[in-house]
Structures are given as C-alpha cells and as structure tokens.
C-alpha cells in the first residue's frame, strides 16, 4: 500500500511540472501572439531577462534547501520539521522570485 501512495505522489508531481510548464508555454505563445498581431517586436534582453528570473528564482529554492537542512539535525516531531523545511524551501524560492522581480523593473528602468 506504502508502494502505491508512493507512486502516486510521484505521479501527482510529475503531472504537476508538466501542467506547470503547458501553462507558461501556452501563455508565452499567448503574448508573443499577441504582440505580433499589434505589430510590435518582442525585445531580445527579454530572453535573456527569462533566464535571470528562472536563475534567481532556482537559486532562492537552493539556499533554501541548504538553509532548511539546518532543521533536519535538530530534535523535532515529524510534522514540526516538515512544515518548517517546506516553509523555508518557499520563503526563500518567493525571495528569489522577489528579487527577480526587481532586477527586472531594474533592467526596466534603464
């Protein structure tokens, strides 16, 4: 039974990465789309501004994980430390997507 839970959750993630990815696809195709039809030209630096935003947004989930394994020595209940290295894993994943955010109103702003 133990099994089957298993790999139901794994299925469930996996299911979850590619609605995730379908959905950023499609509306990336939605805007370049649109843009065209107004006849207006995407910008090459935005390209380049992806890549800064899925980097920083990695990173954030990096330290994260590194800062949350702080909570894996320490004597807690199950339930205290999952809920506590889940929040750490995405308090620092959402201040990596902040700090992408404000490089891109930087390179904005330029």
Same mark, same amino acid.
């Given at each position: 039974m133990e099994n089957v839970q298993e790999a139901l959750g794994a299925l469930f993630l996996v299911l979850g990465l590619v609605a995730v990815i379908f959905i950023i696809a499609r509306y990336t195709y939605l805007l370049k789309k649109a843009m065209i039809e107004k006849g207006l030209q995407p @910008?090459? @630096?935005?390209?380049?501004m992806q890549y800064v935003d899925i980097g920083c947004i990695v990173l954030g989930l990096g330290i994260g994980l590194m800062v949350s394994s702080v909570f894996t020595i320490m004597d807690l209940a199950e339930d205290t430390?999952? %809920?506590? &290295?889940? /929040? $750490? &894993? %995405?308090?620092? /994943?959402? %201040? /990596? %997507?902040? $700090?992408?955010?404000w490089l891109r109103k930087k390179e904005g702003g330029r």
């Open positions: @910008s090459p @630096s935005n390209k380049r430390a999952d %809920l506590i &290295i889940w /929040g $750490t &894993i %995405l308090i620092f /994943g959402a %201040l /990596g %997507l902040l $700090t992408a955010h």
